[in-house]
């Protein structure tokens, strides 16, 4: 049996702690959160009696096979960064395997940390982009994978949340559709300076045309100016979405629907139940990882090299937009990109 813990016990955590309750071969076994009185009420809630405040205690004690970081890239309240010092916590104990929350970083500077950390650590690593294992997401790829809808010839996705919060699980969206064929050129462009000074510094929006190494384009657009609606009455963050455009038909995931075309049936529709879908994605996300652990072929799609990758070019968008010309990828981000950015817009 699998042992794995969990760093951060607010909100995001819950879906994270009740994936295990679907997943035989591991156990939830302890949690930390260094603000007490949220650790006792999860702990509470999920029935787990292992509790810490202190990381390094919880990881030398218990010792998981899998621990989850639950927590916003800066330590809220605080502009401090904190993705890097706790990945590399996890893997100087030599945790095996670690899920970690999108984003993956927000600046270059925390990029090039992780980057470094990818390169010489041994646990393995996987962004929580739970997207991936939306089971009709799942069941779309597997049409475009059959050619249903014939040769590829664009992907379109958009999300309206500001592009550092949702582009990560869109970008991974598209990764997914084309089996993680690596982006090598952009041209992007950003507007909006709102964002800027919160927890989750990021342009506002951000647009931008994307080439990937297998030939494939996509057009992507993030924030409420450009990226399209799923519905008419609904808050920002439910309206990502990713259409594939074949030479014979198309597939469309969306938040609450899908549609699509293919020649076998022609046009064909329905609704989804976001919630629903996505507590089944979380079981899948987690159980990919367990499977790498045991298997080291097994590598899990979501894992941190490509989720760096896909990060990479999020910041070449922001970089595309800021000097007014294609970037190609990966690239090497600049010193003190947010302050950039604030002088720029
Ligand atoms: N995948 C998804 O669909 C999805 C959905 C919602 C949120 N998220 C992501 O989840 C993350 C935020 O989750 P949240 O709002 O629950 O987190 P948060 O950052 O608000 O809370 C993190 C918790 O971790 C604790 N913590 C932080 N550092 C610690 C340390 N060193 N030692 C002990 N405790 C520590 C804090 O006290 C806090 O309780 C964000 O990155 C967000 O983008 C993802």
């Known amino acids: 049996m699998f042992k794995a813990a969990i760093l951060g016990c607010r909100g995001r955590a819950r879906a994270?702690?009740?994936?295990?309750?679907?997943?035989?071969?591991?156990?939830?076994?302890?949690?930390?959160?260094?603000?007490e009185e949220r650790l006792h009420e999860f702990g509470d809630m999920f029935e787990i009696g292992q509790r810490y405040t202190d990381i390094h205690e919880m990881l030398e004690k218990e010792k998981p096979d899998l621990l989850h970081i639950v927590t916003a890239p800066v330590l809220r309240g605080t502009m401090q960064l904190i993705r890097y010092s706790l990945m590399d916590t996890a893997s100087e104990h030599k945790v095996p395997g670690v899920i970690i929350e999108k984003p993956i970083a927000v600046t270059g500077e925390d990029w090039r940390q992780i980057r470094d950390l990818a390169k010489r650590s041994e646990t393995k690593f996987a962004v929580n982009t739970q997207l991936h294992f939306h089971p009709k997401n799942l069941e779309l790829k597997r049409d475009v994978t059959q050619g249903k809808i014939g040769e590829i010839k664009l992907i379109e996705a958009s999300s309206r949340n500001p592009p550092v919060?949702?582009?990560?699980?869109?970008?991974?969206?598209?990764?997914?559709?084309?089996?993680?064929?690596?982006?090598?050129?952009?041209?992007?462009?950003?507007?909006?300076?709102?964002?800027?000074?919160?927890?989750?510094?990021?342009?506002?929006?951000?647009?931008?045309?994307?080439?990937?190494?297998?030939?494939?384009?996509?057009?992507?657009?993030?924030?409420?100016?450009?990226?399209?609606?799923v519905l008419p009455e609904t808050?920002?963050?439910?309206?990502?979405?990713?259409?594939?455009?074949?030479?014979?038909g198309?597939?469309?995931?969306?938040f609450e629907n899908w549609e699509k075309f293919t020649c076998d049936n022609g046009y064909e529709s329905g609704g989804l139940n976001y919630g629903e879908e996505d507590a089944i994605a979380q079981i899948g996300l987690t159980e990919a990882m367990f499977d790498w652990l045991e298997d080291q072929k097994k590598v899990h799609p979501t894992n941190l090299k490509q989720s760096l990758a896909e990060f990479n070019l999020l910041l070449g968008i922001y970089q595309s937009g800021l000097i007014r010309h294609p970037i190609l990828l990966p690239f090497d981000p600049p010193e003190n990109f947010i302050q950039y950015m604030k002088d720029t817009l």
Not at 23 to 32: E, N, Q
Not at 250 to 254: C, E, G, L, N, Y
């Open 16 to 35: 994270h702690a009740k994936a295990y309750q679907h997943i035989p071969v591991a156990t939830l076994a302890s949690i930390c959160d260094m603000n």
């Open 165 to 229: 919060d949702q582009a990560p699980h869109t970008l991974q969206l598209v990764s997914s559709y084309i089996d993680n064929s690596k982006p090598v050129k952009v041209m992007g462009q950003v507007a909006g300076k709102n964002q800027l000074n919160s927890d989750q510094p990021s342009p506002d929006n951000a647009i931008a045309r994307i080439e990937y190494a297998n030939g494939v384009q996509a057009s992507v657009a993030f924030g409420p100016e450009m990226a399209a609606r």
């Open 235 to 248: 808050s920002n963050n439910r309206h990502k979405r990713v259409c594939v455009f074949g030479t014979k």
């Open 250 to 254: 198309f597939v469309h995931w969306r």
